[in-house]
């Protein structure tokens, strides 16, 4: 059992409140900098859109599969999937390569570069400010017991083994922030935001997106799905529950 530790206020309103309140308007700030960084011709491709709502759609119509009839249910499987006309069907010669369309497409690397630097910068600047005003503070505590292995990932920058595991240093403070405000930016700038750094370091890898990857994922799961129509059996399940609550 580790060590227990007296907070000071003082470390909460001078450290744990305003290391919360940059982050969170730092994250706004590279949003509204990526939108104006980003070029028209990436606002405007009909033929993305066009994708991503049919992916969506498909995604709807397996969500809601069992609610409609099992002939409405294959109608509209077969208008998505069939190897002829189908949404959902891309040839194999037809699809896209990411990476030879961002060479043939200079837009479409300076627009990477740019969601690179507007994440890379910030998170620099950010850090070594961090780094040089609030290192070593012990900054909260987390509500319930937590084993050793988390010691590494709550307490960066303080070498004391007799310190409870559910102590925060401040330097665990700000990357807990880094990734964990995506919620809370989607609630003020909405789902499409763009300040989600997991996304992005997995996309700085790659050189962009291939819409014809998730139109086959979203086939095959569509192919695969075992149709069972729910309301013929509503009555007695509904039933069923019933005879539970009231006996």
Not at 103 to 123: G, R, T, W, Y
Not at 151 to 163: C, E, K, P
């Amino acid at each position: 059992m580790g060590e227990d530790l007296v907070l000071d206020t003082a470390i909460r309103d001078w450290v744990l409140i305003p290391l919360s309140v940059v982050m969170v308007l730092i994250g706004i700030l590279r949003y509204f900098v990526s939108k104006l960084m980003r070029s028209s011709s990436q606002l405007s491709d009909p033929k993305i859109i066009k994708e991503g709502q049919v992916v969506i759609r498909a995604r709807n119509l397996r969500a809601g599969a069992n609610f409609i009839p099992a002939k409405s249910f294959r109608a509209r499987k077969f208008y998505y999937s069939n190897e002829e006309n189908g949404l959902l069907y891309v040839p194999k010669g037809q699809a896209q390569n990411p990476q030879a369309q961002m060479f043939s497409d200079p837009n479409m690397a300076m627009d990477m570069m740019k969601k690179n630097l507007s994440m890379i910068i910030p998170q620099t600047l950010t850090f070594a400010w961090v780094n040089f005003f609030f290192s070593g503070f012990v900054a909260a505590k987390i509500p319930f017991p937590l084993t050793q292995r988390f010691r590494s990932m709550l307490q960066n920058g303080i070498d004391l083994s007799t310190v409870d595991v559910s102590y925060v240093s401040s330097r665990s403070w700000y990357f807990l922030n880094l990734f964990g405000l995506r919620g809370l930016f989607s609630l003020i700038l909405g789902e499409e935001n763009a300040t989600d750094d997991t996304q992005r370091m997995m996309q700085m890898s790659g050189f962009g997106f291939d819409p014809s990857k998730s139109l086959g994922a979203e086939k095959d799961a569509l192919d695969i799905i075992q149709h069972e129509w729910t309301l013929p059996k509503f009555e007695q399940r509904a039933g069923a529950v019933l005879r539970k609550l009231v006996y």
